[in-house]
């Protein structure tokens, strides 16, 4: 059973930094692609970036040149380097997990994070004036 940990959340004021983690556990090694997506307390919902086990990335147009995703594939942790932080970046913040595909796959057809078999618990992202 996957498992997955969120942690690096708070409150920062706007124009600052936050780095997000999520330690995995229990999933198959070999091909996967994680991700982190946002839950507004509007329960919109928008996936931030993309990642799979080759390093080939993929990002939501609204945080593109300010957050940075990363895999360190030896620990099994996902990062999510959040820079310039805005106002509207306020959210829950969780990471997801498939097994068994490749990035290019997930953009090919279309999927998001809603259909990938395991999520995190979230950790909040507050980002004040």
């Known amino acids: 059973q996957v498992q997955l940990v969120e942690s690096g959340g708070g409150n920062v004021q706007a124009g600052g930094s936050l780095r997000l983690s999520c330690v995995a556990s229990?999933?198959?090694?070999?091909?996967?692609?994680m991700a982190w997506f946002r839950q507004f307390s509007g329960k919109g919902r928008e996936d931030v970036a993309f990642?799979?086990?080759?390093?080939?990335?993929s990002y939501a147009e609204s945080v593109k040149g300010r957050f940075t995703i990363s895999l360190d594939n030896a620990k099994d942790i996902l990062y999510l380097e959040m820079n310039n932080l805005k106002l509207e970046d306020t959210a829950m913040y969780f990471c997801?997990?498939?097994?068994?595909?490749?990035?290019?796959?997930?953009?090919?057809?279309?999927?998001?994070?809603?259909?990938?078999?395991?999520r995190g618990q979230g950790t909040q992202v507050t980002v004040s004036s």
């Open positions: 990642i799979d086990g080759d390093g080939s990335t």
């Open positions: 997801a997990l498939e097994n068994g595909i490749t990035l290019a796959s997930v953009l090919g057809r279309h999927l998001s994070t809603t259909d990938f078999a395991f």
């Open positions: 229990g999933y198959t090694i070999g091909r996967k692609v």
